[in-house]
Antibody, heavy 122, light 108 residues
């Protein structure tokens, strides 16, 4: 069974940092692109970041992050990470770890974790 | 970024009704559109990719059409378990993936 399990969320003060982790199982992690997607309370989905299967060739971020977040992966540990710095109240959200896949040229997000909640508040 | 505008933002329909949700892209994106379903308190799940390809395990009452800037998700016969919020997503630019604002489907 394919599983993505996020951890590392919690309550943090504005300006603080957090590191989210996602451990995966049930598929060959090193073969797949991965993403982080977030959802603020009562709001829609917002893509946060993408990383290629190797981790080194392609990394993308939502412009709204203004360079505060860093995505990474350790294929030897079947793990995806999101380092979040200079956190703001508006970063409060559920953060989902999401597996990507492709069919020919088409990209889609086919497996989602249950999410980890980040609350930024003083 | 490519903007994805969904309509309506919410709708209420009866069991058995045909339901249509639309998504308009701010520029032509071919068929690089996916649709997701999110039930309350749950993570989203993939329904349709490449505008019209049904994800494995998804009931055939879900259908996606469209290309260019206009896309449609249709539920041919609404079921109680279809109570959810539906999102479109463009993957034309993987450097800047974007979702629509969502359509909340309620059962009358």
């Amino acid at each position: 069974e394919v599983q993505l399990v996020e951890s590392g969320g919690g309550l943090v003060q504005p300006g603080g940092s957090l590191r989210l982790s996602c451990v995966v199982s049930g598929f060959i992690f090193r073969d797949y692109e991965m993403n982080w997607v977030r959802q603020a309370p009562g709001k829609g989905l917002e893509w946060v970041s993408y990383i290629s299967s190797s981790g080194g060739s392609s990394i993308y971020y939502a412009e709204s992050l203004e360079g505060r977040f860093t995505i990474s992966r350790d294929n030897s540990k079947n793990s995806l990470y999101l380092e979040m710095n200079s956190l703001r109240v508006e970063d409060t959200a559920v953060y989902y770890c999401v597996k990507g896949d492709r069919r020919q040229y088409y990209y889609y997000m086919d497996v989602w974790g249950k999410g980890t909640t980040v609350t930024v508040s003083s | 970024d490519i903007q994805m505008t969904q309509s309506p933002s919410s709708l209420s329909a009866s069991v058995g009704d045909r339901v249509t949700i639309t998504c308009r892209a701010s520029l032509s994106i071919g068929t690089y559109v996916n649709w997701y379903q999110q039930k309350v308190g749950r993570a989203p799940t993939l329904l349709i990719f490449a505008a019209s390809s049904l994800q494995s395990g998804v009931p055939s009452r879900f259908n996606g059409t469209g290309s260019g800037t206009d896309f449609t998700l249709t539920i041919s016969s609404l079921q109680p378990e279809d109570l959810a919020t539906y999102y479109c997503q463009q993957t034309y630019r993987t450097r800047a993936l974007t979702f629509g604002g969502g359509t909340k489907v309620e059962i009358k």
